[in-house]
């Protein structure tokens, strides 16, 4: 699995009491009509419990400028603490966002399959915020950061 190349994500959801998000890098285009995604989210983190009670998340594509939010949001810190790092807004849906992410997809959970230690979310997408600037995307490979190089 680690020979599989995916581009590093940080989910998030929450409310007014408060914020949640983890990276994630099991996200994957479900449809363009209806536009929508999956993304799969150990049952045991944070952020499970409030798409499950909220309805909402955003999946927030990383540049490769943010690889000091990876580690933060993997564990490193807890809570609302991941929040200090990066410029954290939120939207009107009350999900918060990362303002210069490469893209954000705002969704809302529309299925959702329980598998092993997992669920897999799938989300129709409500409302997409791109970054005004052209950011390359980061990536995960073999272990480590990574960006895409074309070969053309």
Known sequence: MRHLIAT??????GDAGGRVGMVATAVMSVSADPPSLAVGVNREAGVW???????????????T???????PFS???????????????T???????LADAVVTLFCRVDGA??????TLFVGAVDDVRLSAEANEPL???????ANAVPLV
């Open 8 to 13: 590093i994500t940080i989910i998030t959801s």
């Open 49 to 63: 419990q409030a798409m499950q009670d909220t309805g909402r998340f955003s999946v927030n594509l990383l540049a």
């Open 65 to 71: 400028r943010h690889t000091s939010l990876v580690h």
């Open 75 to 89: 564990g490193q810190l807890q809570g609302e603490e991941r929040f200090r790092l990066g410029e954290w807004h």
């Open 91 to 97: 939207h009107a849906t009350q999900t918060p966002y």
């Open 113 to 118: 399959l329980d598998y092993g230690t997992h």
């Open 139 to 145: 990536l995960w490979r073999n272990g480590s950061f």
